[in-house]
């Protein structure tokens, strides 16, 4: 019932009998949809930080987390990298682990968030570098020629950006990086609409009740804008993409990809690590 009620999000037309009847039947994503749609707002995903900070510590993002900072970490053994940047670093989930679980620290840590209300939390934890409250666009257009960091890194927060604005921005860092590591999802390759939304539905579903009491206030806060967003039925929060996609993008943007690596096969598509150097 979800499914189809997407299909009508997607085109336009009225879902609400067929969300009403599929949060009857106990559909946690219907429910928070409706709430979603009754209110005169136009949330995006990543506006209600307290939401997404639950969303990504709890339900299986800890051993997601987990293997991409244990990555992390042999990464920053494998290239002692002197200076890093952190791109979209949320409040260090997956950076501070890393840092922590690594002979070879890097000396000085910049990193840049969007959201004002987690970097509040992860700034007091890092000892040398800078946290500049910026969307990824906006920091890589005034880079000054003075600016290099031997390791970039991106842990699922690239796919938060517009696809034509992270091509751009990914090539404007190009000249400023030696190295740079994107950890992504490789999300189904669905032509068919009806199968995508179908996907869509049973992923979403699936991830919603992961989280038991704070099932409601993960997908309303969170997963509902995401959805909308997927469905163009919102502004989109969200611009995931399968991983051979990202490493085609990644060579565009003029980097030459060195590894690309299954790291977890979390519930919502399986995390790769993308190493590419510039």
């Known amino acids: 019932m979800l499914a189809c009620a997407l299909d009508r999000l997607a085109e336009g037309e009225n879902a609400i009998p067929l969300l009403e009847t599929a949060a009857r039947e106990g559909s946690v994503m219907a429910a928070a949809i409706l709430n979603h749609l009754a209110g005169d707002d136009e949330r995006r995903a990543y506006d209600t930080p307290h939401a997404f900070e639950i969303f990504i510590r709890a339900g299986g993002n800890p051993p997601l987390y987990e293997s991409v900072s244990t990555a992390l970490a042999r990464l920053y053994e494998r290239f002692a990298p002197r200076r890093l940047l952190d791109i979209g670093a949320g409040d260090g989930m997956a950076l501070l682990p890393a840092l922590n679980a690594t002979s070879r620290r890097p000396h000085t ?59 751009d921005a990914l090539k404007r860092l190009r000249s400023h990086v030696t190295r740079l590591v994107v950890v992504e999802f490789d999300v189904p390759v669905l032509d068919d609409a009806r199968d995508r939304h179908a996907s869509l539905a049973r992923r979403y579903e699936q991830a919603a009740r992961e989280y038991g009491e704070q099932a409601p206030l993960v997908a309303g806060g969170f997963l509902a804008p995401m959805l909308l967003g997927q469905l163009q039925a919102t502004t989109p929060s969200n611009f995931e993409q399968p991983i051979a996609a990202w490493q085609d993008e990644i060579t565009r943007a003029g980097y030459r990809i060195a590894s690309a690596t299954h790291l977890h096969d979390y519930s919502w598509a399986p995390a790769w690590l993308i190493v590419a150097e510039a």
């Not at 890092?126 to 842990?155: C, I, K, N, V, Y």
């Open 109 to 167: 840590v910049d990193v840049v968030e969007p959201s004002a209300e987690l970097l509040a939390r992860l700034r007091p934890q890092l000892s040398a570098g800078t946290a500049r409250q910026q969307t990824f666009q906006a920091f890589a257009s005034h880079l000054a020629s003075g600016e290099p960091w031997d390791m970039a890194q991106a842990t699922f927060s690239l796919q938060s950006i517009p696809s034509v604005e992270r091509l």
